[in-house]
T-cell receptor, first 113, second 114 residues
Framework: AQSVTQLGSHVSVSEGALVLLRCNYS??????LFWYVQYPNQGLQLLLKYTSAATLVKGINGFEAEFKKSETSFHLTKPSAHMRDAAEYFCAVSVRSNNDMRFGAGTRLTVKP | DTAVSQTPKYLVTQMGNDKSIKCEQN?????MYWYKQDSKKFLKIMFSYNNKELIINETVPNRFSPKSPDKAHLNLHINSLELGDSAVYFC?????????????FGQGTRLTVV
């Protein structure tokens, strides 16, 4: 079955600094990949998704991610962090053969003033 | 309009009780899910319903039973609650057969078993 691994359960950056959240996937067939954000006491909200079109995907709030098949990665980046970006971020994978979306363990992003 | 709504938002109950969490979506989606998020924020899929058929059932205790009266609703019934059932439960929905489509999540139900 497909799976994702998020490297780093906690990432801390300064306001204005680059944000890099890492995600590696495992799948025997071409995957669809997603990044979700969860603010405190809220549900998950989609940031962006990769569905086999462009490998560089732009999402909401200035985030983007690049699908790299050779590295089995789908890392999330944002050039300049804002305080409001502090949240939990989840990478997820699904495949065409089923509707089973699997989530990573999440990465908590802290933004320091 | 809330796309995926869950009730209640908070639920505190004693061990051994039976409780239900309701979920409704107004997106016209054919597939609905229940996820469990533990204290470490790990999300685990519990159930998935597509056109009233259960298509995924992870190794969830049979004390948990999903009930779908129609494709807009997927309720979660839990019998004989245990301390370990304390978690946040999320309902979600997506388009049928759409692995490339994202899931839309409700706000979650925080269940505390005492």
């Amino acid at each position: 079955a497909q799976s994702v691994t998020q490297l780093g359960s906690h990432v801390s950056v300064s306001e204005g600094a680059l944000v890099l959240l890492r995600c590696n996937y495992s799948s025997s067939v071409p995957p669809y990949l997603f990044w979700y954000v969860q603010y405190p006491n809220q549900g998950l909200q989609l940031l962006l998704k990769y569905t086999s079109a462009a490998t560089l995907v732009k999402g909401i709030n200035g985030f983007e991610a690049e699908f790299k098949k050779s590295e089995t990665s789908f890392h999330l980046t944002k050039p300049s962090a804002h305080m409001r970006d502090a949240a939990e971020y989840f990478c997820a994978v699904s495949v065409r053969s089923n509707n089973d979306m699997r989530f990573g363990a999440g990465t908590r992003l802290t933004v320091k003033p | 309009d809330t796309a995926v709504s869950q009730t209640p938002k908070y639920l505190v109950t004693q061990m051994g009780n039976d409780k239900s969490i309701k979920c409704e979506q107004n997106l016209g989606h054919d597939t609905m899910y229940w996820y469990k998020q533990d204290s470490k924020k790990f999300l685990k899929i519990m159930f998935s319903y597509n056109n009233k058929e259960l298509i995924i059932n992870e190794t969830v205790p049979n004390r948990f039973s999903p009930k779908s009266p129609d494709k807009a609703h997927l309720n979660l019934h839990i019998n004989s609650l245990e301390l370990g059932d304390s978690a946040v439960y999320f309902c979600a929905s997506s388009q049928a057969g759409g692995a490339r489509t994202e899931a839309f999540f409700g706000q979650g139900t925080r269940l505390t078993v005492v």
